[in-house]
């Protein structure tokens, strides 16, 4: 079962249900606009008052979780310059900078996991002087002490190739949300993502039998998931993949 709330997530009720994990990852700082509304999370802001909004968000997000609840928090970084951040070209850290201020704000900070995204980027794609970026940084933080973890042998590293079409310009793979689920969750448990976008989280949802609630600011990509959410099989289905 999935439900699709559309509006600005610290706007939207979400209701008495709580959830056992949220998966996420927010809009980038000064990467790009999905579309017009002054709601949208980086959009005009600083990066003080972007990593301040969503430790707001996030605070609203936690009193939904159970007391044994998970987020998962994917982060992009970006340089000095993206959104009129200044000029130096100095690497901001929007990740860590997020996690620690999440950490200050209650949130217990568990693990940093590098999603490595290299396979899909074998050629450098111009001369640039410094490395070239080939991973982003996912955080897991647990709201209590004593939270939901399934031991499956997880490492810190996850190999996995971006996805390009889905109807969203910055979808991760269905196999990233699907990995944090059967960390945190089991079946029949709800699960969470304020930024929903494409719906990739929901999508990992069904076919791990558990049930999300995805938040969408836009009502043309929302209508856009439920239409690809409609097109998966009804039961556990890893052959749709």
Known sequence: ?????????????????????????????????????????????TLDEYIEGLVIAFR??????????TLWLNMGDCYNGSGGAG????????????????QADGWILRSEIIWNKSKAYPQPEAYIKRPQPRHETIFMLAKNQKYHYVPDNMFTVWDMSPVSKSGHEA??????????ILA?????????DPFAGSGTTAVAAQLTGRNSTMCELYADVADRMEKRLDKLPKGEGSEWL
């Open 1 to 45: 079962m999935y439900e699709i709330k559309v509006g600005d997530i610290m706007s939207l009720e979400l209701g008495e249900r709580k959830y056992r994990a949220c998966i996420t990852s927010p809009p980038y700082f000064g990467m790009r606009s999905y579309g017009d509304d002054d709601a949208e999370i980086g959009k005009g802001q």
């Open 60 to 69: 609203k997000i936690r009193d939904s979780l159970t007391d044994d609840g």
């Open 87 to 102: 000029s130096d070209k100095t690497l901001l850290g929007v990740g860590w900078r997020l996690a620690l201020a999440l």
């Open 171 to 180: 979808p991760f793979p269905v196999e990233l949300p699907m990995t944090c």
């Open 184 to 192: 945190s969750t089991d079946e029949g448990d709800w699960v969470l």
